[in-house]
């Protein structure tokens, strides 16, 4: 009789909806999650009976007792496996680390899979066994991918297969290779599971399993998530906190180049990039991003009158541990229309608001009634609060068609009272500006203990406290023509206070 009851309650409870983009458990459905607001995402999903126990009430069994250690000890540090691959290497923290998980993350077509066959190639070819698993294309075509890479003599163990049971079957031995690639986890099937391939609990239970074997056997396992429009990898969060590491591997559709980012690593540092260049035979390493980013600029010693009429601003940033240099571009339009468009490529909008806002109210010079296009050239995306001072060199020198004068570099961090703030690896970055011809940099005061200002050889630097004076140097020069009035200026509303 009673354990009748249990059995009801246990059966009633086990119809459960789970969000597929947040990861949200509701016992009923609904059109919209609740906890995440996506529409249309709730799925039934099944759950195995598991009727959680108190550990009181479990008949008196006792756990083991755990041995307790010091902090410290021998640990030798993590052995690294170096794919060859140096950008790769890098993002990993120096090297894969045995029996870690890697979820590599991107959009459908950006090149997810072309890396991680490069990745087995090559590290097949360094001695070590690696296996590629692709449960989404036929093997012909993992074949014709591998002969255009030019890798199809290096031994790399290839399977088409998506039962995690058979994966796993034919991998926990002996025999067990270093490497293994899962492409995609979305397509990894758990049989014990009774809903579809690519659900939440599916995308989990295969990717637990996975993570066991490569924690049993000491593979480095790779696994592949495709990312949803939201920009989340599907099957989300749930995989993010499970696995080691977490690299998201994004780019334009419209440019060659592809950045490979690092945001959650157990065994080394986040916000690394590595860069790379989608050629006709794959995946190519671009050790030096600053000239490439740089590329099609304006050379330092070129004339800077060519045409240009400002809205340009090199920004040099840090990513990771490494200083990249790249361009802002601004373009400030009058509107046609009632709300002025805002249009940003590679930057924060919200950002951009904030520092036209503060143009507005410290500096007197109202953008606001204009369109305005912000792009980072090169397809790169920008995150760090530095490059505030090169947008608004940018952007004023759009809105005053003043050219930022070609051979400098700008950063710092503008607050929300105008006042320009320092911001770290100032040396870094300096010293990268130097090694790529430029002259001058237009920087944040330093905090006076350090004042090792204009130590890069032949670098000036200028000291820039408050945004005023960015816009002052961006100002057109008193003497201007006045000749000729130009028909668009006319309806910009540009007011410099000296
Ligand atoms: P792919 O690795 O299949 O993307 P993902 O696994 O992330 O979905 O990359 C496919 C794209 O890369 C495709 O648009 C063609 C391009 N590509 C090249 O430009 N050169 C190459 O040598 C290869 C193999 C792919
Ligand atoms: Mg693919």
Same mark, same amino acid.
């Given at each position: $009789?009673?354990?009748?009851?249990?059995?009801?309650? @246990?059966?009633?409870?086990?119809?459960?909806?789970?969000?597929?983009?947040?990861?949200?458990?509701?016992?009923?459905?609904?059109?919209?999650?609740?906890?995440?607001?996506?529409?249309?995402? @709730? %799925?039934?999903?099944?759950?195995?009976?598991? !009727?959680?126990?108190?550990?009181?009430?479990?008949?008196?069994?006792?756990?083991?007792?755990?041995?307790?250690?010091?902090?410290?000890?021998?640990?030798?540090?993590?052995?690294?496996?170096?794919?060859?691959?140096?950008?790769? #290497?890098?993002?990993?923290?120096?090297?894969?680390?045995?029996?870690?998980?890697?979820?590599?993350?991107?959009?459908?077509?950006?090149?997810?899979?072309?890396?991680?066959?490069?990745?087995?190639?090559?590290?097949?070819?360094?001695?070590?066994?690696?296996?590629?698993?692709?449960?989404?294309?036929?093997?012909?075509?993992?074949?014709?991918?591998?002969?255009?890479?030019?890798v199809a003599d290096a031994p790399v163990r290839l399977a088409a297969a998506s039962s995690v049971r058979d994966i796993i079957n034919s991998l926990d031995d002996g025999n067990a290779p270093?490497?293994?690639?899962? #492409?995609?986890?979305?397509? $990894?099937?758990?049989?014990?599971?009774?809903?579809? !391939?690519? =659900?939440?609990?599916?995308?989990?239970?295969?990717?637990?399993?996975?993570?066991?074997?490569?924690?049993?056997?000491?593979?480095?396992?790779?696994?592949?998530?495709?990312?949803?429009?939201?920009?989340?990898?599907?099957?989300?969060?749930?995989?993010?906190?499970?696995? #080691?590491?977490?690299?998201?591997?994004?780019?334009? &559709?419209?440019?060659?180049?592809?950045?490979? &980012?690092?945001?959650?690593? &157990?065994?080394?540092?986040?916000?690394?990039?590595?860069?790379?260049? @989608?050629?006709d035979r794959g995946l190519v390493e671009v050790p030096n991003p600053s000239a490439l980013f740089l590329a099609d600029r304006a050379s330092p010693d070129g004339d800077a009158g060519d045409?240009?009429?400002?809205?340009?601003?090199?920004?040099?940033?840090?990513?990771? =541990?490494?200083?990249?240099?790249?361009?802002?571009?601004?373009?400030?339009?009058?509107?046609?229309?009632?709300?002025?468009?805002?249009?940003? %490529?590679?930057?924060?909008?919200?950002?951009?608001?904030?520092?036209?806002?503060?143009?507005?109210?410290?500096?007197?010079?109202?953008?606001?009634?204009?369109?305005?296009?912000?792009?980072?050239?090169?397809?790169?995306?920008?995150?760090?609060?530095?490059?505030?001072?090169?947008?608004?060199?940018?952007?004023?020198?759009?809105?005053?068609?003043?050219?930022?004068?070609?051979?400098?570099?700008?950063f710092g961090e503008i607050g929300l009272s105008g006042r320009v703030r320092p911001v770290a690896h100032a040396d870094a970055r300096l010293k990268e500006a130097a090694k790529l011809g430029?002259?001058?940099?237009?920087? +944040?005061?330093?905090?006076? &203990?350090?004042?090792?200002?204009?130590?890069?050889?032949?670098?000036?630097?200028?000291?820039?406290?408050?945004?005023?004076?960015?816009?002052?140097?961006?100002? +057109?020069?008193?003497?201007?023509?006045?000749?000729? !009035?130009?028909?668009?200026?006319?309806?910009?509303?540009? @007011?410099?206070? !000296?």
């Amino acid at each position: $009789m009673g354990n009748l009851w249990v059995d009801l309650a @246990m059966a009633k409870s086990q119809a459960r909806f789970a969000c597929q983009q947040c990861g949200a458990v509701a016992p009923k459905w609904a059109g919209r999650c609740e906890a995440c607001g996506a529409w249309n995402s @709730m %799925v039934e999903e099944v759950q195995r009976a598991a !009727p959680p126990k108190s550990l009181g009430t479990s008949g008196g069994k006792r756990g083991d007792r755990l041995g307790f250690v010091a902090l410290r000890g021998e640990t030798a540090g993590p052995p690294r496996r170096l794919t060859g691959i140096a950008e790769l #290497d890098r993002v990993c923290g120096g090297g894969l680390v045995p029996g870690s998980t890697i979820l590599v993350g991107g959009d459908p077509g950006i090149g997810k899979s072309t890396l991680l066959l490069q990745a087995a190639a090559s590290l097949a070819a360094l001695g070590a066994a690696s296996a590629y698993i692709t449960g989404e294309e036929a093997i012909d075509q993992v074949r014709l991918r591998a002969e255009r890479l030019g890798v199809a003599d290096a031994p790399v163990r290839l399977a088409a297969a998506s039962s995690v049971r058979d994966i796993i079957n034919s991998l926990d031995d002996g025999n067990a290779p270093d490497l293994v690639v899962i #492409d995609s986890i979305q397509t $990894m099937y758990l049989d014990t599971l009774d809903s579809a !391939p690519g =659900t939440v609990s599916q995308v989990r239970g295969a990717a637990q399993e996975l993570i066991a074997l490569a924690k049993r056997r000491g593979i480095v396992a790779v696994l592949v998530g495709h990312v949803t429009k939201e920009g989340l990898i599907a099957g989300p969060r749930v995989l993010e906190h499970m696995v #080691d590491t977490v690299l998201y591997f994004e780019g334009e &559709r419209g440019h060659q180049f592809r950045i490979l &980012r690092a945001v959650k690593n &157990r065994f080394g540092a986040t916000d690394e990039i590595g860069v790379f260049e @989608m050629s006709d035979r794959g995946l190519v390493e671009v050790p030096n991003p600053s000239a490439l980013f740089l590329a099609d600029r304006a050379s330092p010693d070129g004339d800077a009158g060519d045409g240009r009429t400002g809205g340009a601003a090199v920004f040099a940033g840090i990513e990771g =541990t490494r200083p990249v240099l790249v361009e802002v571009q601004a373009l400030v339009a009058p509107s046609l229309l009632g709300t002025p468009r805002r249009a940003v %490529v590679g930057w924060d909008a919200t950002r951009l608001a904030m520092i036209m806002a503060v143009l507005d109210a410290r500096c007197g010079l109202s953008v606001g009634a204009n369109d305005i296009y912000l792009n980072i050239a090169g397809g790169l995306r920008i995150v760090e609060p530095a490059a505030d001072l090169a947008v608004a060199a940018a952007l004023v020198s759009a809105l005053t068609e003043t050219p930022v004068p070609v051979e400098t570099v700008v950063f710092g961090e503008i607050g929300l009272s105008g006042r320009v703030r320092p911001v770290a690896h100032a040396d870094a970055r300096l010293k990268e500006a130097a090694k790529l011809g430029f002259a001058e940099a237009w920087v +944040p005061v330093r905090p006076s &203990r350090s004042t090792k200002a204009g130590t890069n050889e032949g670098l000036a630097t200028v000291a820039i406290g408050h945004l005023s004076e960015l816009v002052a140097r961006l100002s +057109p020069a008193p003497r201007r023509p006045v000749e000729a !009035p130009r028909v668009a200026a006319g309806s910009r509303r540009v @007011m410099v206070s !000296p």
